[in-house]
C-alpha cells in the first residue's frame, strides 16, 4: 500500500497553492461569528470487476477557503500506480485522479479529508461590508450551462415570476418562493437528480431532488441578470435545528447540493430551496407548507447555510482528467472508468465507494 499525503511533498503543495489562486477568498468574518468546527472524511472506492485499464475521480474540498470553509490537508492510500491532483479550468474544481493498468485486478484508494466550517449567515436588512467579486468570476454564473438555460422558456418563467420586483434581492426572493410553493421533493428520483431545469419546466414536472430544485433557483435568477451558483457537497454531521437535514457516520448517500446569488451589497448570499421541500416531505413524518417547522426552515434557508457541510465546488460540465467520456453536469459523486467504459457512480454493484465522517476536537 502507497500512502501520500500531498500537502507535505513540493510538488502536489504548488498545485494546491495554484487551486488556491482560482478565485478571491472572501475577507475575515466578525468577532461574533459562529465557532469553528473541524472534521474529516474518508472516502474508499473500488471499481468492481474491472476490465482492462482503471481510473476513478473524487472530488476534493472547495477551494479557495472562504470564511465558512477552510481545507485542512489531504492524504491517501491504495494501489494506484497513478495518483494525481487536477484543477477543473472553467470553475477551479479541485479533482483527485488515481489510474491502475489492466493488471490489477482490484483497484483501491481511498483518500482522507479535514476540513473546518462555521455556520454562515448574510443579514439582508443592511449592506453589509463585502469585497467586490471580480466580473469576469460573475459571468461565468450568468452563464447557461448544458442542463441550466437561461433562454427560451427558463427566461420566460423567470420573467413570470419576477414581474413587479423592482431589486435583485427582490427577485431571488420571488424565485426562492415560486420553488418552495410550486415543487416538490421526488423519492423516486435517483441520487440528487440530473438539473435538466428547461425540460422539468416544458414538462411541467417540478418534482426532483436539490440538484433539480436548486438548479431551478440558478437558472431562473441566471434568466433575470442575477449571478447564481450551485455548490456541490456532501453532509457530515447531524443537524443542530433539522432532523432531515443532517447525516453523520456513513454518508455515502449523503451528498447534496445547495446555491447562493450574488449582491453587490451583500456578495454572495446563501438559499436552499430544496431543503426546504426535504423538511416538507421528511421532518416529523411529512409536514404542511403552513407547519411552524417548516416555515422556520423557509424563513433560514434565504440566506442562511447550516455548515454541517463538506463543500466540493461550483463546477458544471466537468471534462474529467484523462477520460474519453462526455463530460459529466457536476462533480458531486466518484467517478470511475473501466476499460474506457464509465462506470454508474450510483451502482454499487460496478462502482463501490463508502463515505465516512467524523467531528474532531477543535
Known amino acids: 500500500m502507497n500512502r501520500r499525503a500531498f500537502l507535505a511533498t513540493g510538488a502536489a503543495s504548488a498545485v494546491v497553492a495554484g487551486l488556491a489562486r482560482h478565485g478571491t477568498a472572501v475577507g475575515a468574518a466578525p468577532p461574533d461569528a459562529p465557532k469553528w468546527r473541524a472534521f474529516e472524511v474518508t472516502t474508499r472506492a473500488e471499481i468492481v470487476n474491472p476490465t482492462g485499464g ?4 473524487l472530488p476534493f474540498p472547495l477551494m479557495p477557503d472562504t470564511d465558512y470553509h477552510k481545507s485542512q490537508g489531504q492524504s491517501w492510500t491504495g494501489n494506484a500506480t497513478t495518483t494525481r491532483i487536477y484543477r477543473e479550468p472553467r470553475y477551479g474544481a479541485a479533482i483527485f485522479y488515481a ?10 484508494v481511498e483518500v482522507t479529508t479535514r476540513f473546518a466550517t462555521r455556520d454562515r449567515a448574510v443579514d439582508l ?4 461590508e ?22 427560451g422558456i427558463v427566461r420566460q418563467t423567470a420573467l413570470e415570476i419576477t414581474r413587479g420586483a423592482k431589486t435583485d434581492l427582490d427577485k431571488a426572493r420571488a424565485v426562492y418562493a415560486w420553488i418552495v410553493e410550486n415543487t416538490f421533493r421526488d423519492p423516486k428520483v435517483r441520487g ?3 438539473g435538466d431545469i428547461s425540460w422539468m419546466l416544458e414538462a411541467r414536472s417540478l418534482g426532483g431532488k436539490c440538484a433539480d430544485l436548486n438548479a431551478l433557483f440558478v437558472g431562473l435568477t441566471r434568466a433575470v441578470g442575477i449571478p447564481s451558483r450551485d455548490i456541490y457537497g456532501i453532509r457530515v454531521a447531524d443537524s443542530a435545528e433539522f432532523k432531515s437535514l443532517g447525516k453523520s457516520g456513513d454518508i455515502s448517500k449523503a451528498q447534496h447540493c445547495r446555491a447562493e446569488f450574488y449582491l453587490p451589497t451583500h456578495g454572495w448570499v446563501p438559499v436552499d ?40 465546488n461550483y463546477a458544471h460540465d466537468v471534462k474529467l482528467p484523462n477520460s474519453a ?38
Open 192 to 194: 440528487c437528480g440530473i
Open 99 to 108: 489510474e491502475w493498468p489492466a493488471t490489477e485486478p482490484s483497484p483501491l
Open 125 to 128: 436588512k443592511e449592506p453589509g
Open 273 to 312: 430551496p430544496a431543503d426546504v421541500r426535504k423538511v416538507v416531505l421528511e421532518e416529523k413524518g411529512g409536514l404542511s407548507l403552513g407547519d411552524a417547522t417548516v416555515q422556520r426552515a423557509r424563513a433560514k434557508l434565504f440566506g442562511a447555510w447550516e455548515m454541517n457541510y463538506l463543500a466540493y
Open 325 to 362: 467520456g462526455d463530460p459529466i453536469a457536476f462533480f458531486m459523486y466518484p467517478q470511475a472508468e473501466s476499460g474506457g467504459e464509465r462506470r454508474d457512480s450510483l451502482d454499487p454493484d460496478t462502482f463501490r465507494y463508502r463515505l465516512t465522517s467524523r467531528e474532531l476536537a477543535m
Open 54 to 57: 482503471a481510473r476513478a475521480w
Open 130 to 151: 463585502v469585497r467586490r467579486e471580480d466580473k469576469r468570476e460573475l459571468a461565468k454564473y450568468l452563464a447557461s450551462t448544458r442542463l441550466i438555460r437561461t433562454d
